[in-house]
């Protein structure tokens, strides 16, 4: 996908003009992840990538605008098949002894934040 591989770029760069290229590996993998799965799942909507450095982590947040679910049952099926998804992320964000998750968006925003958190 043209969007994972623009996420990958940008992370990249920026890690690298900041001084912390040991977080290029997994951070870049998890914002193409990311951005994908994110992408299939609101297909033509946009999505919203940050990166930030703190303290001794990056967090990487990508925000997108599948709706939330009204009916329960659906809302616990979509949130299964994201999960489902992203097994490779949760590989990677679990090797670099990291975090991560996704929830719905609050409001006045709406969507789905999705969220990794990668120590030092």
């Not at 290029?24 to 990311?34: G, K, R, S």
């Not at 001794?56 to 999960?83: I, K, S």
């Amino acid at each position: 996908m043209r969007s994972a591989f623009v996420g990958r770029t940008a992370v990249a760069a920026a890690l690298e003009a900041n001084g912390l290229a040991p977080y290029v590996w997994p951070a870049t993998h998890a914002v193409a992840e990311l951005v994908a799965v994110t992408a299939r799942m609101s297909p033509g909507w946009e999505l919203y990538v940050s990166l930030r450095h703190r303290g001794d982590a990056v967090r990487l947040l990508v925000w997108d605008q599948h709706p939330h679910h009204g009916d329960r049952d659906l809302a616990t099926l979509c949130e299964a098949r994201r999960r489902q998804a992203l097994w490779l992320l949760a590989a990677v964000v679990d090797d670099w002894g990291g975090e991560w998750g996704a929830c719905e968006a609050e409001p006045p925003q709406r969507g789905t934040k999705s969220w990794v958190v990668l120590p030092r």
